[in-house]
């Protein structure tokens, strides 16, 4: 009984270690990601070898190198290490040409072999934006592109209008093993579009950071102008400046004054620079509607201002006078009459109301002196008709 199981102790020794030399004699591999024209290191490992040469094997299956004996004459793959229980080759200068399957043999009989993935990430190229148009006029379409190409896999665009995201439409194509992305972005233009930065924004997996590519837009339109005034209640004496604030691509120019529907009157006092009309010295015979104007390729526009100069005691009303001359009725003065005749009315009610009441005491005096002794109705009649020579010594006064 002893004997037998000494047997099979010596027989499970045997076969564990058998098998611990079958299972060390298995080459050890990674798969291996890099960047087109990076450096891929492909190492392959034995735990136990018994003087056995490893070997590297490309995707074609041409040897690279066999144990420390390179192969293949390709200056770009290098050896690094070449031991009994490694073999670790260089590939300088990756391109996409060199992914595919790796395979590392281990020659003992049977041959052993692993295999190993070496995965190229294609660079996308900078963005390129086309469909500028510089200028754009107000109302077109526009059609923005962003084009990039040579990323493996696909890159991603994003597009934004100056720091909002905003959708575009995508298009990808192969071209050999890396794809070539476009991304659309089409809009009708404005005049708020003026100014605006698009931006083109690439994405891949092989990028530390987007690239990216801006394009600021111009858009031409037609003018709009308005006037500016320095004083809310111009008064005699004062010095007084409009100016004329006009938006428009290109800008309006020359901005040109005029006084009720003429020139301007006073040229010594009235001074005009630019876009602006100063009057050095206001005083009443300044009253009137002035109006300036300009223009450029696209249109021509015009504002006018209503100026009346208040006497110099003037204290002022509480709004702008002219900016109401301008945009409706003086609602201040309007509130002061509605309420001096409120007033007015008001007093004539109470004077009407004591007279009617005065008057109203007199009669019912009459009816009262002769009706108060009568046994009826006629009689009463009689009695204050009677009574009219004496009326006004029996007048009862209310007050």
């Not at 004699?25 to 392959?44: D, L, R």
């Not at 100014?195 to 690239?211: F, I, M, N, R």
Request: proline share 5%.
């Amino acid at each position: 009984m002893i004997v037998k199981q000494y047997l099979m102790f010596i027989l499970y020794s045997l076969c564990a270690s058998v098998f611990k030399g079958i299972l060390g004699q298995i080459p050890i591999t990674q798969n291996v990601t890099v960047v087109e024209g990076a450096i891929a290191n492909m190492t392959c490992r034995v735990d136990y070898n018994d003087n056995t040469s490893l070997q590297w094997s490309n995707p074609a299956q041409q040897t690279l190198f066999f144990g420390d004996k390179k192969a293949l004459r390709d200056h770009r793959i290098e050896l690094v290490r070449a031991s009994s229980q490694e073999l670790t080759i260089r590939i300088n200068d990756v391109s996409l040409s060199d992914e595919g399957l790796y395979t590392c043999s281990l020659f003992t009989m049977p041959v052993r072999t692993t295999k190993a993935f070496l995965t190229v990430l294609g660079v996308p190229g900078r963005p390129e934006i086309t469909g500028f148009t510089k200028p754009a006029m107000e109302g077109d379409v526009v059609t923005l592109t962003c084009t990039t190409s040579g990323s493996k896999p696909a890159a991603t665009i994003r597009w934004f209008r100056n720091d909002k995201e905003v959708q575009g439409t995508k298009e990808v194509n192969a071209t050999g093993k890396s794809f070539t992305v476009r991304s659309s972005l089409q809009f009708q233009v404005d005049k708020r579009d003026d100014g605006v930065a698009y931006t083109c924004s690439v994405e891949h997996v092989s990028l530390s950071k987007p690239y990216m590519t801006t394009e600021v837009l111009e858009v031409h339109y037609a003018p709009h102008l308005e006037i500016a005034h320095s004083l809310i209640i111009p008064q005699e004496g004062q010095y007084f400046k409009l100016e004329c604030v006009s938006i428009g691509n290109p800008i309006p120019e020359p901005v040109e004054w005029s006084k009720d529907g003429g020139e301007l009157p006073d040229i010594e006092r009235m001074i005009v620079e630019g876009r602006e009309l100063t009057i050095t010295m206001l005083n009443k015979t300044d009253n009137g509607t002035y109006r300036c104007e300009a223009s450029n390729h696209l249109g021509s526009s015009s504002a006018e201002y209503i100026l009346f100069v208040y006497a110099k005691d003037f204290p002022g009303p509480t709004t702008d006078p002219n900016a109401l001359g301008q945009h409706g009725p003086d609602h201040a003065l309007i509130g002061g009459v509605v309420a001096v005749v409120v007033f007015i009315t008001l007093c004539l009610i109470i004077v009407l109301g004591r007279y009617l009441a005065r008057h109203k005491g007199t009669y019912l005096t009459h009816e009262a002196k002769g009706a108060e002794d009568a046994p009826d109705a006629d009689t009463a009649i009689i009695n204050a008709e009677g009574n009219h020579v004496h009326a006004e010594e029996k007048k009862e006064y209310f007050i």
